[in-house]
């Protein structure tokens, strides 16, 4: 099974704000949701929105 190293940002927070998450190749967006709110701390209260193949998923 394959995993990806995947690098967090916030956009236009200074001073930066990352996260680096070990997720595996078979991870959905849902999960990968569920994981970024963890990395960052969040209550499910934050926008945010993932790019993939210049196509956006905003949850």
Avoid: C, N, S
């Avoid at 690098?7 to 949701?33: A, S, Y």
């Avoid at 209260?45 to 998923?57: N, P, S, V």
């Amino acid at each position: 099974m394959k995993a990806y190293t995947l690098r967090i940002e916030l956009q236009e927070v200074e001073p930066l704000i990352w996260r680096r998450l070990l997720v595996d190749g078979d991870t959905t967006l849902g999960k990968l949701h569920h994981y970024v709110q963890a990395a960052m701390g969040w209550t499910d209260a934050h926008l945010h929105e993932f790019e993939i193949g210049g196509k956006t998923y905003a949850t």
